[in-house]
């Protein structure tokens, strides 16, 4: 586990001027979800890589929904670092970008470690509305799964829901195709009916105990694919919530060639594949059928117990 720090309370009152909009932390009512007397522990965890512009604002607002916060600085070389002292939130800091496939796997072993039942991630580039915590919440006191998946394109009943610009029109394409094709190839294997709407969407609240069962390795943005192919493997049960569809900056990057449509949805495919023929024996027939098959077949990367077929 990388260097974990918790950021200073001290500095926190201090540090307006650096981040004027920290919050000055002050006693607040959060909402009842359920009758528990021991409700469960939701950790909210933030990956962040080069986000001065937006941790601020962010963490203010995310801070009015949850005590538990856990960021993981992937490296930045900008003022996260400094930003993040002035706030009340645990911080896992990688030396180097290790990708955010892997800033996701150390959130899921932060929480098995110190006891959490729940965690919620969410991005830091105000693509996800904080707003938006207490529906996760609510789910998540429902307890009818194990994974709780925000979808920006979910028919929006809420108009506070509603998209304030849309998509850009290749990530839009590309979330459409591998959608599409997640579908096809695993509507079968869930253990209760479920069409996938958005495949992409960070805003997600995940069972510790299920990710336990997963075995994950994707340490970059092609983390859904392998995450998807394992949860349909263990048969994980999977809900939609709407969420919010934001895209503050159009222009983002994912880095190197993966800005290139073309190469960044071949390389999502690649992973896809590679993990449906690894978990081949796991999941429907035809499920991995009619691969790219570049790769070198592996036994099923996830932990999966026989009775689960039962």
Not at 19 to 43: E, F, G, I, K, Q
Request: glycine share 4%; aromatic share 8%; charged share 25%.
């Amino acid at each position: 586990m990388p260097p974990t720090t918790r950021s200073n309370q001290h500095d926190h009152d201090n540090g307006h001027d650096d981040c004027p909009d920290a919050p000055r932390r002050s006693a607040r009512t959060l909402p009842t979800y359920a009758t528990n007397p021991h409700p469960p522990r939701v950790l909210v965890a933030i990956p962040v890589y080069n986000e001065q512009n937006y941790v601020c604002r962010v963490l203010a607002r995310v801070t009015e929904y949850a005590d538990d916060i856990l960021v993981i600085d992937d490296g930045s070389t900008d003022r996260t670092p400094a930003l993040l002292t002035k706030f009340p939130v645990d911080v896992i800091r990688h030396g180097e970008n290790r990708g955010y496939g892997q800033s996701l796997k150390d959130a899921f072993d932060w929480a098995a470690m110190r006891g959490y039942d729940w965690v919620l991630t969410m991005d830091c580039d105000e693509q996800h509305e904080p707003a938006s915590i207490p529906d996760f919440m609510q789910r998540i006191a429902d307890n009818n799964a194990d994974i709780i998946s925000g979808s920006r394109y979910l028919h929006h009943a809420d108009e506070h829901l509603a998209p304030a610009q849309p998509a850009p029109a290749d990530r839009r394409a590309i979330n459409h195709t591998i959608t599409d094709e997640l579908n096809a190839r695993l509507s079968a294997a869930w253990p209760a009916p479920f069409r996938m709407t958005d495949a992409f969407c960070g805003f997600k609240a995940h069972r510790v105990s299920a990710m336990a069962r997963l075995r994950l390795t994707e340490t970059g943005y092609a983390f859904p694919m392998q995450f998807w192919v394992q949860a349909a493997a263990t048969k994980l049960r999977v809900e939609e919530l709407p969420v919010s569809l934001i895209y503050n900056d159009p222009n983002r990057s994912f880095g190197g060639t993966l800005d290139d449509p073309a190469v960044r949805l071949a390389h999502y495919r690649n992973v896809l594949h590679r993990e449906l023929e690894r978990c081949a024996h796991r999941l429907p027939r035809g499920a991995s059928a009619d691969t790219l098959r570049t790769h070198e077949h592996a036994p099923c990367a996830c932990s999966c117990s026989s009775d689960r077929d039962a």
